[in-house]
């Protein structure tokens, strides 16, 4: 046996290191611009962060705030909304009513205590295969600095709080 | 006698406003006490936790339970109580959906204690003196429940068959809903039982709420003289009625003050204060961005208007708390 073994008090168990903390970022994109930047970006073989789950709405307009905030209490670690330009809705009014609700959506995150930047709202027309690419990026950096968000305490945990 | 039905009513987390609905049921309550046995009613009647107890499990037939569920104690009577019945009602918005208590859900524990019992201009407390759960005074031990971090609704703790919404429900609703239960027709477990549309339908000023609703800004019912006639929400006020359950014949409207949403949401909103959000902040008139912000800081308060009585049982259910995470803490602007 070799000297160099070390003895058992001074041997720790192998700590199993944390994997690295990867966002979880849910994604709303409208069938009209933004899901055909993803499209585009894809046919175009683009590489871009792995970590945004895409749901297709018809348009920015019909995201439900109820949407984001099921995500978040989910495990979304962000939420991202994406529409067509101003102006440039399909049905011609859906993202500023977008618009409006994240304005007051991003407020009451933060009276709840979520960063307000976990929520983001971007438009992106259907040609702008490179700036979706960007925002992707961006926003998974973005939410990687601000780190994860577990918002949901669980049943058990309620039961675990009382002390006083 | 014996044969009679029970029935009993417990108070948790609440200001005993439901138990003035089933005084108000006036002559009807004459009905009710022909009807069943009421077999624990600690605000009007004198029972014990033991006479509870005693019962075999199933022995009351309903309970109505109002108001959150806040401590050790609350927890406790309400688990005790689902083992007796074989029907627990929550019954108004504090049980069903948090209530105006579980507005503290914006907070913790430990700001709550301080603000109460440290720092309210009220409150003389030289020695910083906190609750404690055990405390030694000649020799006695004094014990008080545990007051828990989170404010929870009854069907958070405790399996719930039906919700009774309202604060309080108003005596109609109470009683059909005994009705109900005692005509042994039972709706499907988990009903809210009064009527599953919002309450813009039975508002009485529901024809002069204009086909294309615009708000240039939110105004609160102490900044404007109030039109008894026109729809509030034309008025600019904010009104909780086009994502809050009816069935309370809108008494607030009739006396020309907007609905805060005690009702609670349809069965087809999960979350009553996201839909409202949605609903008004789409009615806001301007496109550009400053200007839609200018609109919207009108409404001062988001989560406190849109979620009054039902923070607890939202998605979010509460404030995020920051102790225990493993990322960085989000910080709170």
């Given at each position: 046996m070799p000297e160099a073994m070390p003895n058992s008090s001074q041997a720790m168990a192998p700590v199993a290191e944390q994997p690295p903390f990867e966002p979880r970022i849910v994604a709303f994109f409208c069938n009209w611009c933004t899901y055909l930047a993803a499209d585009l970006a894809g046919t175009s073989r683009m590489k871009y962060a792995p970590n945004v789950r895409v749901v297709r709405v018809m348009c920015s307009g019909r995201v439900d705030p109820q949407f984001v905030l099921d995500a978040f209490a989910h495990g979304a670690d962000g939420v991202l909304i994406g529409g067509c330009h101003p102006g440039d809705c399909h049905y011609q009014e859906g993202n500023y009513k977008a618009l409006r609700r994240y304005r007051l959506l991003k407020r009451m995150l933060g009276q709840m205590g979520i960063d307000e930047d976990r929520l983001r709202l971007e438009w992106i027309s259907a040609s702008e295969a490179e700036r979706f690419r960007w925002v992707m990026n961006d926003m998974v950096e973005h939410v990687r600095a601000l780190?994860?968000?577990?918002?949901q305490p669980g049943k058990e945990v309620f039961a675990e709080e009382v002390t006083v | 006698m014996a044969d009679k039905p029970k029935v009993a009513f417990y108070w948790c987390a609440s200001c005993g406003g439901c138990e003035e609905t089933v005084v108000d049921l006036n002559e009807a309550v004459l009905d009710l006490v022909a009807a069943v046995d009421i077999a624990f009613w600690p605000v009007a009647l004198d029972f014990k936790r033991k006479d509870i107890e005693a019962m075999p499990d199933g022995a009351i037939l309903a309970t109505f339970v109002n108001g959150a569920i806040r401590t050790t104690e609350q927890e406790e009577m309400a688990r005790l109580l689902r083992r007796k019945s074989q029907l627990l009602l929550a019954f108004g918005s504090c049980s069903h959906l948090g209530g105006i208590p579980g507005l503290a859900n914006l907070f913790d524990r430990a700001s709550i204690l301080q603000s109460v019992y440290r720092e309210s201009p009220s409150t003389v407390n030289a020695d910083g003196v906190l609750p404690s759960l055990r405390y030694k005074d000649n020799g006695h031990l004094v014990e008080l429940p545990g007051f828990c971090q989170t404010v929870r609704t009854l069907s958070q703790v405790v399996d719930v068959d039906y919700y009774v919404p309202g604060c309080p429900p108003t005596p109609r609703i109470l009683r059909t809903a005994l009705q109900t239960l005692l005509g042994g027709d039972l709706p499907a477990k988990g009903t809210v039982l009064a009527p599953d549309s919002a309450l813009c339908e039975e508002c009485p000023r529901k024809d002069s709420k204009p086909e294309n609703l615009t708000i240039a800004e939110f105004k609160r019912p102490h900044q404007v003289l109030i039109d008894e006639e026109k729809c509030l929400l034309a008025q600019g006020l904010l009104c909780m009625g086009p994502a809050t359950r009816g069935g309370c014949e809108a008494p607030c409207i009739q006396g020309n003050m907007p609905c805060t949403g005690c009702g609670g949401p349809t069965s087809r909103v999960k979350d009553q204060g996201a839909k409202i959000l949605s609903s008004l902040a789409s009615l806001v008139e301007s496109k550009d961005e400053p200007a839609i912000d200018h609109a919207l800081a009108t409404i001062p308060d988001p989560v406190g208007s849109f979620y009054r009585y039902s923070l607890p049982s939202s998605l979010l259910r509460r404030k995020k708390l920051h102790s225990g995470s493993n990322g960085k803490a989000a910080q709170v602007r």
């Amino acid at each position: 046996m070799p000297e160099a073994m070390p003895n058992s008090s001074q041997a720790m168990a192998p700590v199993a290191e944390q994997p690295p903390f990867e966002p979880r970022i849910v994604a709303f994109f409208c069938n009209w611009c933004t899901y055909l930047a993803a499209d585009l970006a894809g046919t175009s073989r683009m590489k871009y962060a792995p970590n945004v789950r895409v749901v297709r709405v018809m348009c920015s307009g019909r995201v439900d705030p109820q949407f984001v905030l099921d995500a978040f209490a989910h495990g979304a670690d962000g939420v991202l909304i994406g529409g067509c330009h101003p102006g440039d809705c399909h049905y011609q009014e859906g993202n500023y009513k977008a618009l409006r609700r994240y304005r007051l959506l991003k407020r009451m995150l933060g009276q709840m205590g979520i960063d307000e930047d976990r929520l983001r709202l971007e438009w992106i027309s259907a040609s702008e295969a490179e700036r979706f690419r960007w925002v992707m990026n961006d926003m998974v950096e973005h939410v990687r600095a601000l780190g994860p968000l577990h918002v949901q305490p669980g049943k058990e945990v309620f039961a675990e709080e009382v002390t006083v | 006698m014996a044969d009679k039905p029970k029935v009993a009513f417990y108070w948790c987390a609440s200001c005993g406003g439901c138990e003035e609905t089933v005084v108000d049921l006036n002559e009807a309550v004459l009905d009710l006490v022909a009807a069943v046995d009421i077999a624990f009613w600690p605000v009007a009647l004198d029972f014990k936790r033991k006479d509870i107890e005693a019962m075999p499990d199933g022995a009351i037939l309903a309970t109505f339970v109002n108001g959150a569920i806040r401590t050790t104690e609350q927890e406790e009577m309400a688990r005790l109580l689902r083992r007796k019945s074989q029907l627990l009602l929550a019954f108004g918005s504090c049980s069903h959906l948090g209530g105006i208590p579980g507005l503290a859900n914006l907070f913790d524990r430990a700001s709550i204690l301080q603000s109460v019992y440290r720092e309210s201009p009220s409150t003389v407390n030289a020695d910083g003196v906190l609750p404690s759960l055990r405390y030694k005074d000649n020799g006695h031990l004094v014990e008080l429940p545990g007051f828990c971090q989170t404010v929870r609704t009854l069907s958070q703790v405790v399996d719930v068959d039906y919700y009774v919404p309202g604060c309080p429900p108003t005596p109609r609703i109470l009683r059909t809903a005994l009705q109900t239960l005692l005509g042994g027709d039972l709706p499907a477990k988990g009903t809210v039982l009064a009527p599953d549309s919002a309450l813009c339908e039975e508002c009485p000023r529901k024809d002069s709420k204009p086909e294309n609703l615009t708000i240039a800004e939110f105004k609160r019912p102490h900044q404007v003289l109030i039109d008894e006639e026109k729809c509030l929400l034309a008025q600019g006020l904010l009104c909780m009625g086009p994502a809050t359950r009816g069935g309370c014949e809108a008494p607030c409207i009739q006396g020309n003050m907007p609905c805060t949403g005690c009702g609670g949401p349809t069965s087809r909103v999960k979350d009553q204060g996201a839909k409202i959000l949605s609903s008004l902040a789409s009615l806001v008139e301007s496109k550009d961005e400053p200007a839609i912000d200018h609109a919207l800081a009108t409404i001062p308060d988001p989560v406190g208007s849109f979620y009054r009585y039902s923070l607890p049982s939202s998605l979010l259910r509460r404030k995020k708390l920051h102790s225990g995470s493993n990322g960085k803490a989000a910080q709170v602007r």
